[in-house]
């Protein structure tokens, strides 16, 4: 069975810096098709459920209350790393414009909740490394190649 890394609040769990969740239909539709292996990287970076909303500011990550938590981020990136590795999995879905998880897009740095392109520290790392990473919003496109 395919091992798929995915970000933990896309399979419902609550890690969202509000302690909710993203759940989505369409990822419960094919967990008996995968062995999904979940991961949140700003918990496992040391953050707290629920924490302040960061978002990425240059090079460094800042929170919503101007602390910056650049170190943590970086911190559970590697540690998703070592779990991909460990696991070696060969394809993540990441929940996109996540400052962690982003794909594709990620929020501009103002806190307007305004979008730009750019990719989340722990999808750098992992794309670094090999790792295809899609989107919660390319899911079909990954159903179709790597899994039906
Ligand atoms: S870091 Fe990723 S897995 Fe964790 S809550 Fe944010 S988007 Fe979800």
Redesign the pocket.
């Known amino acids: 069975m395919i091992k798929i890394l995915?970000?933990?609040?896309?399979l419902g769990?609550n890690?969202?810096?509000n302690g909710r969740?993203?759940g989505r239909e369409i990822i419960m539709s094919i967990k008996d098709k995968v062995e999904f292996i979940?991961?949140?990287?700003?918990?496992l970076g040391g953050l707290p459920i629920p924490r302040i909303p960061s978002e990425i500011v240059g090079k460094r990550v800042i929170n919503e209350i101007n602390l910056d938590v650049t170190n943590q981020f970086l911190e559970?990136a590697e540690k998703v790393l070592q779990i991909a590795k460990e696991n070696n999995v060969k394809y993540a879905i990441?929940?996109e414009r996540?400052?962690?998880?982003?794909v594709h897009q990620i929020y501009n740095g103002k806190f307007k909740r305004i979008v730009k392109k750019g990719k989340?520290i722990?999808t750098k790392l992992l794309e670094k490394n090999g790792i295809r990473v899609y989107s919660d919003e390319e899911i079909e496109m990954l159903i179709k190649h790597q899994i039906d």
Do not use: D, Y
């Not at 996540?98 to 982003?102: E, I, L, Q, T, V």
């Open positions: 995915i970000s933990s609040c896309l769990n890690c969202k810096w969740n993203n979940p991961v949140c990287s700003e918990v559970g990441f929940k996540s400052p962690s998880c982003g989340g722990t």
